[in-house]
């Protein structure tokens, strides 16, 4: 079974709307090979000038987090609806970044990804395990908690729309990447949970990305694996040239 592959961008809390606007300008003008779909997800105050940069080009669009609700007295909170409305297509939920700094938990998590369904974005969910839980030969225990604590009540008629992101926090912003075997092993594991929790034609179309710490000379090799169909990127998103590199993989 073929997947798309996707490559996607959280820009996280940085760039001025300015700053922003001008480097999804130049990220779409490195242009993206059409085997393949890319994604930025910029910070909330930017999404609508982003959204604007680039028309005309195939770069989707993605919140960093979202509300389940689709309006009401949620302080701080931004539905999916509002998502929608500035051009959103998908939304990066769970990310380690929401569990470990700001204590959000798989149930919390699990909202907001019924929430993104349910409006029509459609979700990235994150997970990964810890240094110490690594250590602790915990890894499979902690990563099949979050992946059925986040999609608890999904459907397998949902299911296809689904994307998983496997983090390893370790392996975040650290310059440390998984090796591919250790990745490999993970995203076969967690095909494989999938597998059982939905019908099997149904989870072999789920993609499956990896994130921390990939960069334009790790890309190929990651992407070569069988199980790794994108990547979710942080810090190599935040310039054009490293982020154009890491979109074309392998060619
Ligand atoms: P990084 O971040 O690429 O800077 O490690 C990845 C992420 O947090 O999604």
């Given at each position: 079974m073929k997947r798309r592959p996707l490559i996607a961008g959280n820009w996280k809390m940085h760039l001025t709307i300015g700053e922003a606007e001008s480097l999804a300008r130049a990220i779409a003008r490195g242009g993206i090979p059409a085997d393949r779909d890319a994604?930025?997800?910029?910070?909330?105050?930017?999404?609508?000038?982003?959204?604007?940069?680039?028309?005309?080009?195939?770069?989707?669009?993605?919140?960093?987090?979202?509300?389940?609700?689709?309006?009401?007295?949620?302080?701080?909170?931004?539905?999916?609806?509002?998502l929608k409305?500035?051009?959103?297509?998908?939304?990066?939920?769970?990310?380690?970044?929401?569990?470990?700094?700001?204590?959000?938990?798989?149930?919390?998590?699990?909202?907001?990804?019924?929430?993104?369904?349910?409006?029509?974005?459609?979700?990235?969910?994150?997970?990964?395990?810890?240094?110490?839980e690594r250590e602790a030969n915990q890894t499979f225990k902690v990563l099949e908690t979050q992946l059925r604590g986040g999609l608890t009540g999904v459907a397998s008629s949902e299911a296809d729309k689904l994307?998983?992101?496997?983090?390893?926090?370790?392996?975040?912003?650290?310059?440390?990447?998984?090796?591919?075997?250790?990745?490999?092993?993970?995203?076969?594991?967690?095909?494989?949970?999938?597998?059982k929790m939905y019908e099997k034609d149904i989870a072999s179309q789920i993609r499956i990305l990896y994130g921390g710490s990939v960069k334009p000379d790790n890309v190929d090799v990651l992407m070569s694996r069988e199980d790794v169909d994108g990547a979710l990127v942080g810090g190599a998103a935040l310039q054009a040239e490293s982020f154009i590199r890491i979109i074309h993989f392998n060619q």
């Open positions: 994604m930025l997800a910029p910070p909330y105050t930017a999404m609508a000038a982003v959204n604007k940069a680039l028309q005309g080009s195939s770069m989707l669009l993605a919140s960093q987090n979202n509300g389940w609700e689709e309006k009401g007295a949620f302080t701080g909170e931004i539905s999916p609806v509002m409305d500035v051009g959103c297509s998908m939304a990066i939920i769970g990310h380690s970044e929401r569990r470990h700094i700001f204590g959000e938990s798989d149930q919390l998590i699990n909202k907001r990804l019924s929430g993104a369904l349910k409006y029509g974005l459609v979700p990235i969910l994150c997970i990964g395990e810890t240094l110490e994307v998983i992101a496997y983090e390893p926090v370790w392996a975040i912003g650290t310059g440390k990447t998984a090796s591919e075997d250790q990745v490999q092993e993970v995203h076969a594991f967690l095909r494989t949970l999938l597998k």
